[in-house]
């Protein structure tokens, strides 16, 4: 019997992926729901041709969209799932969820799951990539997405969590171009975060951390937010890329490895350093968190209202 399971992607202008994220998630969900923001190439037909039900919603940002799902779509399953339309369920992961997840007990309200990253057609065993875990799967009531401009989570109440072994995989198959136009936006959105916790600019559902349940994201953002961002800026990006390319061994992912970690891991997050930079100049006349706000706004093109 297929699970008692809702399976929610969203999508814009994912023909290159969706076919396969749906093939996938037809193996394991009574139901499928495409969010999409308004595509231009055929990803509406194809998902309605694969019979997801589709809904289309102006984008903001991925936590508010998602929020946005759980909040207006009638979803009467048991079960919720996000699935990105780059991603693809492994069989293990699948074979997983068929054969457990309607007999879970009542007391778990969230499972986690293993992701690992494909990068120029090479599985990134290393640098600290694999696994990433995180919470994907949870009750229908039962969890809400942070908001966050970027690495936002589900964050789940009323139970505890486990977490599957089975994998799956983060397999975008654009080019280089898409993947450093996508970190570049990325990189923003992680700036008026970090900015947004410096000015006080959080609204007031802001969550500022992880439940212990994911303890090891929790650890990293406490990380990230009491020592990485108060590093001197040129000092950061080059220690934490010497870490995860030297002491966590990512130079074994070999020529796909070594462009992966370089751009991801030193490139992206000096491009963070360096907007903040930018932003905090523009904001040194700022007379108010109103004003902040308000200028922080027009450097990033967001609607921080």
């Known amino acids: 019997m297929t699970p008692d399971l809702t399976v929610v992607i969203l999508t814009y202008n994912e023909t290159i992926h969706l076919q396969r994220a749906l093939d996938c998630a037809k193996q394991i969900a009574k139901e499928i729901v495409v969010i999409d923001s308004y595509s231009t190439d055929d990803t509406v037909d194809i998902a309605r041709a694969m019979g997801a039900k589709v809904l289309q919603h102006p984008f903001v940002n991925h936590a508010r969209q998602f929020q946005w799902a759980l909040d207006s ?9 996000r699935l990105d339309a780059d991603e693809v369920l492994e069989p293990d992961l699948i074979a997983e969820i068929q ?7 009542p007391d ?15 599985k990134i065993r290393f640098g600290g990539r694999y696994p ?46 898409f993947f450093t136009q996508k970190h570049n936006d990325y990189a923003t959105r992680e700036a008026i975060d970090i900015l947004s916790e410096k000015y006080g600019l959080r609204s007031a559902n802001y969550q500022a951390s992880l439940p212990s349940d994911v303890s090891n994201n929790s650890m990293k953002r406490r990380i990230k937010s009491s020592l990485y ?9 080059v220690l934490y890329f010497l870490y995860r390319y030297i002491i966590l061994m990512g130079l074994l992912d070999g ?29 040194a006349a700022a007379k108010s968190t109103s004003d902040i706000r ?11 209202s």
């Not at 054969?99 to 007990?105: E, T």
């Not at 778990?108 to 090479?122: A, D, M, S, T």
């Not at 020529?255 to 963070?272: A, C, D, P, S």
Request: net charge positive.
């Open 229 to 237: 961002n108060r590093l001197y800026f040129p000092v950061g990006p």
């Open 294 to 304: 308000t200028k922080l706004s027009l450097l990033t093109g967001r609607d921080l």
């Open 73 to 81: 779509v009638p979803i009467s399953t048991e079960w919720i799932m």
């Open 132 to 177: 990433l875990t995180m919470l994907r799967l949870w009750r229908r009531g039962r969890g809400h997405v942070e908001n966050r401009w970027m690495d936002e989570h589900v964050l789940v109440s009323g139970g505890r969590t486990i977490t599957f072994n089975g994998g799956f995989a983060d397999h975008n198959l654009n080019d280089l171009g």
């Open 108 to 122: 778990i309200v969230g499972i986690n799951l293993k992701r690992h990253h494909i990068f120029l057609g090479r």
């Open 99 to 105: 054969q457990n997840l309607d007999g879970i007990a």
């Open 255 to 283: 020529k796909e490895g070594l462009i992966y970690h370089t751009l991801q891991g030193f490139w992206y997050r000096f491009l963070v350093g360096a907007k903040l930079f930018e932003f905090e100049k523009s904001l």
